[in-house]
Structure formats: structure tokens, C-alpha cells
């Protein structure tokens, strides 16, 4: 176990616990969570193919056409001609939608702000440096390069680590791998 381990798994439920309590502070009036995840990216990113939604929502599009099927019973969503392609369409947020999107971030941020009011100042800096690295993380980005402790250098872009500083074995060196599967 590396001795970064503890801190992953107490991050992981410390993320999942905060998730869970702001889901909590908005009702989703009936919505499944994965048409509110729908319903969100579409909002934030404006008109998009089924398919583009499907690859970013990561789910197969027959299960996100019977999400947007959904959405659009609901009347949150709606479709439309996709001007540059006459064979697609472009699913859209309706202002029902986009007011109640509003409405669920509101409350949620509501939520938080009084939570963070009642932290000190320091605790709230903490977080405010807490939230970037956590940006960084979310968007799979390498974090910013630290000082190299044993005083080897990395390629530019790359992290330092002790195994990267590691020899090559040698061919009558064995070295535990994975199983390959076909």
C-alpha cells in the first residue's frame, strides 16, 4: 500500500459525503439522477447531439435517448434541426429547464455558503487552496512540479517519482507484471 493510499480513500469519502449532502438540499422534483446529470451538461454547454451527451454523460445512446425522452415528457428539454447536419438533432435546454437548473444550484450554493460561513477564516483559505487542486484532479492534470527531494530532475511535464528514478531491471532480473488478457 502506498503511502498516499489513506489520503485517497479518505478524499474519495470526504468528495462522496459532500456530493451526497448537496443532492440533498434540492429536491429533484421526480428526476432521475441520471436526467438531472443530463439535464446539467446540456445546460452548461448548450445544444448538443444525443451522441455528444451520450459520450459525456458515458453511457450508450439508446440509454440516453430514453433519458431525453424523459426530459423532453417533462418539457426541460427539446429538440431541434441541427443546421449543420439535417440527419441529427440538437437537444437544447427549455426555459423550464434553465429555471429549474437555477433553482437547484441556488439552493445548493445557499447551502454551502451558510457551511462555509461558519468555518474560520483560515479554514475557508484552506479550501479556497483545496478547491484548485481538486480542479486539477477532476480535469486529470498533472499538478505543479515539487521539488525534487533526492535532487533528480524530471522531464519537463512529468512529476518526479522514486520508481521513475528506478534502473531498468535487467533481462535476468524478474519483475512482477500483470497478466495480459486477450
Known sequence: MSDVAPLASELRLAVHRLTRRLRQQTPTDGLTLTQLSALTVIWREGPLTAGDLA??????????????????????????????????????????????????????????????????????????????????????QPLPQQPDPAGVSALPGEQWSAEAAQPEPQPSESRHSEPQHA
Not at 426555459?95 to 454551502?112: C, I, T
Open 55 to 140: 459520450a459525456k454523460e458515458q453511457v450508450r445512446p439508446p440509454s440516453i435517448t430514453r433519458v431525453l425522452t424523459g426530459l423532453e415528457a417533462l418539457e426541460l428539454v427539446q429538440r431541434l434541426e441541427n443546421p449543420r447536419d439535417g440527419r441529427q438533432v440538437l437537444v437544447q435546454i427549455t426555459p423550464l429547464g434553465a429555471n429549474r437548473m437555477s433553482e437547484y444550484v441556488r439552493a445548493r450554493e445557499l447551502w454551502l455558503e451558510q457551511q462555509l460561513a461558519a468555518l474560520s477564516q483560515s479554514d475557508r483559505d484552506l479550501l479556497r487552496q483545496a478547491t484548485k487542486l481538486l480542479d486539477q484532479l477532476a480535469a486529470f
